[in-house]
Each structure stands twice: as structure tokens, then as C-alpha cells.
């Protein structure tokens, strides 16, 4: 790209959108952030209601890369992330109940929630919410962008970088470079019902989380055993992706009454109040480590990020969204 400052739109405000977008605008390009929902953070999402907080995507991240580990060192030296010190275990027999602990690498959390982290990266950027992008055109003066939301085109940019699940872009296949909607197309992405459940009293568990390897069921949380969390006692209950596979299309509703019969199970209560929320595409799985974690075509000035392109966790997210940028400012 030349040193000139150019325009540039990033669809999407999960982890490796607002990644991409902050290093791009770091560079010195005009950068604008799109974003469907009300707010930044995607899939690292928390839910607020009134006096209670919930993790309903992302539950914590690890550190592998040593690019990552400073990173998240960073984040931590400037209050945005901690260590998640909790009793994490997992199930061994729900009947008679039985878990062994999990030590595991360190866990690290978003504070105050999963969402904290993102929407104060967001926060430094020019970011558009409430703006689906349904389709892309070249126009003289570059892309234009056309939303759900509005009936004439947004301002014209020289550069787009899709931050979306790989679901999502397929949409976007009449403009996209028929290799990377194949392998869009080829990415696996497990579904994912999120129960949100409230107590009036902190529950009397010898555990705050436990991975869960069989029935409805495959991870519980409880909210308050994360840094800064605060309210009332609140747990977080993922449902197994073959279970949410079977029941995607069902009434969430009616899949509260089994979640909730499998979590009794294991620790005999009933909670107060229960939301839940459903998680289409929820976890991926990159069809192979292919070297470069983002698409960027210099000559159509389009490039792709997302978890998807690397290990389909938090830290790919961040990793792709760091390549594209590099990738982008590269040329
Ligand atoms: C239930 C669940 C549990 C998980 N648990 C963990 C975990 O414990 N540890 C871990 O490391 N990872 C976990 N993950 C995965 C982790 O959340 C993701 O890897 C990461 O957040 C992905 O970031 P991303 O930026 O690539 O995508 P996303 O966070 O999905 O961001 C994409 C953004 O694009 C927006 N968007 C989509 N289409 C459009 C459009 N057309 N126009 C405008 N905006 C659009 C979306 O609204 C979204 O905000 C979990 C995910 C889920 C759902």
C-alpha cells in the first residue's frame, strides 16, 4: 500500500475486526468499523439485564503464541484482562455425580465481562453500529458499501476487509475471489445454545466450572467466580454442539426445560430466572493451518480475517486480524 492515507472499511467488530481496524488506523489510514449489532465484541460477548452480568459466548481465553502472550501481558498491564483463578474441573459421571479437576494452561478473562475488552478497542476507532452490510459494488472512487439499514450507498472507500464468520461471507460470493468462498464454504461451524441462569444466592458447589463430556450439556460457569463481575449469582450453560446441531431450529424456550433437568443433575438446584440465547455460528473449525491467517487480494483491495482462517479460538481471532492488517499495509 503507499504511504498515502487511505480509506478503508472493516466489516465486522468481533476481536479481529477491531484488531485489524486499530492497526490499520495506527498506520495512519481512515479507517470505519461496521458492525450489525448494537455494540462491538461478536462472539466475546457478555448479556446485562438490570443488576445482573453474563458471559453467553466466549467463557476465557489461553495463550499459546509468544506474539499473543505480550499482547494479552499488555492488555493486563492496562486493566482489560486478569488470570482466571477458579475451581475448573470436569465431569466424570453425572449419576452418581463425580468430577475430577482440570488445571489446564492459564485461563485469562475479559474484565469486567468477556465484552469489556473489545468495546474499549472499539472505542479508539470510528465505529459504525446498527449497519449490516448486505452487499459491495465498485463505484469510481472505490467500494461502495450498501447496509440493511439504509437505502443509499455508504461513503466510498479504497479498501475492504471482511471480519465475518465464514458462513456469513459466502454472501458475499459475487464479488469475492471463488477460492476464498470455497474455502468459506468448507469451514465447519458447530452451533451453540447458550442458557443463562440466575440465583438469589451464591450456589454451595465445590466447583466454579466444569467441562461436561456427555448429555445436553458441555461446559457450566458460574459468572461471579471471574474477576470484577458483579450482581447477583449468575451461571453460564452451554449446550454440546451435537446437541445444538439436533435442536438449532427448535424453540429455545422448550430446550430451557432439558437444559435445565441436566444441570439439576449435577448440582441439584433450580435457578430463579433463565434466559437463553442461541448461537448459530459459534465455533469453528479451520479446515487445515495454511500458513497466512487472513485473504487479501492487492489488486481488488479485499482482504478477509476472522478466527475461522486460524485456530478458531480468541487468539486466531486476534492473530488473523493482525496478519490481514499486515497484509493490508504490506500491498
Ligand atoms: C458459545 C461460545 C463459546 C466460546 N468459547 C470460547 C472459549 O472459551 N475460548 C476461546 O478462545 N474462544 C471461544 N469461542 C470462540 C471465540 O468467541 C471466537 O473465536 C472469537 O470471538 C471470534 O472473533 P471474530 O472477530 O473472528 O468473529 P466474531 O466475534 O463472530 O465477530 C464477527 C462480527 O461481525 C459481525 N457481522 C457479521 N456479519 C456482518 C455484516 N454483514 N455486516 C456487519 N457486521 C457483521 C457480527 O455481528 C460480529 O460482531 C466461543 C464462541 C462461542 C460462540
Redesign the pocket.
Known sequence: MTQTKQSIAV???????VTCALQLQSAGHAVVL????RGA????STRRDGDWQADH?????TARGDAFKAQVDQWASAGLVSTWRARIGELTAAQPFQWVAKPGPTRYVATPGMNSLVRSMANQLNLQIN????RIERGQEGWLLYSKEQDTALPAVQFVVF???AP?LVAFDSVLPSPWITQASQTRFDP?W?SLVGFQQPLDLPFDALFINEGPLSWIARNHSKPGRTGPETWTL?ASPEFSAQTIERDGQDLQTEILTAFAQITTVQPVWTQIHK?RY??SHPAAESGEPALWDAQMRLGVC??WLAD??????WR?GQACATLVLEG
Not at 11 to 17: D, E, Q, Y
Not at 34 to 37: I, P, T
Not at 41 to 44: D, L, T, V, Y
Open positions: 466489516v465486522g467488530a468481533g476481536l479481529a475486526g461496521y458492525e450489525k449489532s465484541a461478536g462472539r466475546m459466548g466466549a467463557q476465557y481465553f449497519t449490516t452490510i448486505t471480519a465475518i464468520p456469513q451453540c447458550a452451554h448461537w459459534a465455533l476472522g478466527d478458531g479460538r480468541i487468539e486466531g481471532a488473523s
